[in-house]
């Protein structure tokens, strides 16, 4: 899935900012640091953790700690450099997941796969012992009982499915066509047509497996698979489970003491609802809370000399972009749309706004993701710029509006700049602060013309990653960009299982969608938050979040 994907209409609105007094008035076991209870402060609760049905920054940092991965890639040392006041590898434990050189898969609660070298069989071998909060044991019927959901529900699910090449239904017996349990803790996957994911994809955080058993109890006659409850449970074999959500102020967490990695050290989360993000870093800074999310590149570079706390940035696979509606005048004119790209000013973005803490991108997918095509054609030029709108019929520009989250202080820094920048090649840009979920649903529903927006395809595949958004008619393609030519090639690359044959399969088609310019590139941001320098083990995943249950709070 992706990080904007069917996504942040589930964020609920924010409360309001006279919570934060609330949240230092709260009693000492709820809103002060000690060893066993973590408090992580955050701008709103998202609208739930069914990872089936929402996709929001809050979702997955919450979700993570109650859901549990099938497997995970391989713990490396931090490969990149940073900058000094929010170096991630200062963190003590801190580890990166080597999803770039994909050397190794880890066992997680699936604790083996195999493939056939054709791609079309594989096994999961399920570890025994994995028990739920609730007391269940994760076997292969949770497994199957997953996918049907998914696809009783057209839900999240499914579409992974679809991306990831895999069957999307269950079969008894086993044939040919889908997944098929062999014993308690043995499912047979099979498929007419490669699955070069189907091992590699247990890596994907919405292949997120769930206790069906305990979800089950709070089905209904009208809500058959228990949606209702699960949206603020989750019901997963984590570290965690939900035993509070208080909408608009706080959702608590306990330890689940049979969790397969061992109990948790830190018993008990507390996520705090902190409307504004200055507040937040007032409680990080005062030791009242250990974590906060959602913090603007200049309040990281702030907490540099903190004694209580530090900035953490770190480098991964999102990207931010100006939405560009391909179908619409003026903007269905690829001349229009590459001097938009000329006005966009990304070494001021990157040096200015976000201190660094971004990377130079023109890219179609990650630039950490195997078989990546660096490409930076569009430098900034508003002389180029309005000789291509001269060219396409627009000598004197025309009027624009641009939207964007007015939940993220960065996108109207960036905003700003774009507008004064614009201008000088004619194009008067208007400004649309809209709310989080307004924003998305503006361009998710397709139909809006410029917007700002922060992506990211989860799976480190060049297939996935292009398939999520380039093909005409997908699911992510928000943008309405429609090509034959890349429709075809991503087809006939998709079941391509050979690692180095699958990059060569997609050959050229980076570079031919770039000079397209379906969007207009502001640059790939890292992800942040503000942390205690109390805690140790943080380690970043690639879906945006955390597990707490690897982390420690010192004395």
């Known amino acids: ?111 083996k796969c195999e493939m056939q070298p054709d791609g079309l069989r594989a096994v999961y071998h399920l570890r025994k012992g994995v028990i739920s909060p609730w007391g269940n044991e994760f076997t292969a019927d949770d497994v199957l ?29 086993p044939e040919s066509g889908g997944y098929a349990k062999i014993d308690d803790y043995t499912v047979e996957l ?51 489970r939900v035993t509070e959500w208080t909408a608009g102020k706080r959702v608590v967490m306990e330890a689940n003491e049979d969790y397969w990695r061992g109990a948790p050290e830190i018993k008990r989360i507390i996520y705090l609802v902190v409307p504004e993000s200055a507040n937040r870093v007032a409680l990080l800074k005062q030791g009242k809370v250990h974590m906060a999310e959602g913090l603007s590149p200049d309040e ?16 991964g696979n999102q990207s931010m972009w100006m939405m560009i509606n391909n179908t619409l005048p003026p903007y269905d004119d690829v001349k229009v749309r590459q001097a938009m790209n000329h006005l966009i000013n990304q070494e001021a973005i990157i040096r200015d706004i976000y201190h660094g803490m971004m990377n130079a991108w023109q890219g179609v997918m990650p630039s950490t993701y195997p078989g990546y095509e660096e ?30 989250d ?22 008067n840009l208007s400004l649309r602060k809209l709310p989080t979920a307004a924003n998305s649903d503006n361009v998710m529903s397709k139909q809006g013309s410029l917007a700002l927006w922060t992506d990211m395809p989860i799976q480190p595949d060049i297939n996935y990653a292009l398939k999520l958004v380039w093909p005409t008619n997908a699911l992510v393609n928000y943008h309405n960009f429609s090509d034959a030519k890349v429709d075809q090639v991503l087809q006939d690359g998709q079941g391509v299982v050979d690692a180095e ?12 969608i770039h000079d397209l310019a379906p969007l207009g590139w502001i640059g790939e941001h890292y992800f942040a938050v503000g942390l205690s320098r109390k805690v140790s083990n943080f380690r970043w995943y690639t879906t945006q979040y955390y597990h707490v249950a690897e982390m420690s709070i010192a004395d």
């Not at 699910?157 to 008894?172: A, R």
């Not at 994911?197 to 979800?215: H, P």
């Not at 570079?301 to 900035?311: I, T």
């Not at 054609?377 to 520009?397: H, I, M, Q, S, V």
Request: glycine letters at 10%.
């Open 375 to 404: 490409h930076l054609k569009y430098d900034f030029n508003p002389e180029k710029a309005k000789a291509l709108l001269a060219e396409a019929g627009y000598p004197d520009g025309f009027d624009a509006e641009l939207s964007f």
């Open 145 to 173: 009982w997953r996918i049907e959901r998914g696809k009783a529900t057209q839900a999240i699910n499914n579409f992974l499915e679809f991306l990831l090449s895999m069957p999307g239904q269950t079969i008894d017996p």
């Open 406 to 427: 007015a939940a993220v202080s960065a996108m109207e820094s960036i905003g700003v700049l774009l507008q004064s920048d614009f201008k000088k090649a004619g194009i």
């Open 300 to 315: 990281i570079v702030a907490l540099a000399d903190d004694a209580n706390a530090r900035g953490v940035a770190v480098r």
């Open 1 to 111: 899935m992706t990080l904007g994907d069917i996504t942040r209409r589930g964020l609920a609105v924010a409360a309001t900012a006279a919570l934060a007094a609330l949240v230092v008035a709260a009693p000492p076991k709820t809103a002060s640091a000690n060893q066993d209870t973590m408090v992580i402060a955050i701008g709103a609760l998202p609208q739930g953790i069914d990872l089936d049905k929402h996709v929001s920054p809050q979702t997955w940092s919450m979700g993570a700690q109650v859901f549990e991965d099938g497997m995970n890639w391989e713990s490396i040392d931090f490969p990149f450099s940073t900058g000094d006041a929010w170096d991630p590898s200062t963190i003590p434990g801190f580890k990166y997941p080597d999803y770039m050189g994909q050397r190794t898969l880890v066992p997680g609660i699936i604790e």
């Open 190 to 240: 099979t498929s007419s047509r490669p699955m070069p994911l189907a091992c590699k994809g247990l890596t994907n955080y919405y292949n997120a497996w769930l206790d069906s058993t305990e979800i089950m109890k709070h089905a209904t006659e009208e809500d058959p698979w228990g949606d209702k409850w699960v949206a603020t449970n989750g019901g997963g074999f984590g570290g965690y």
């Open 501 to 512: 044959a699958r990059i060569a399969a997609h050959a050229g088609i980076q570079e031919y």
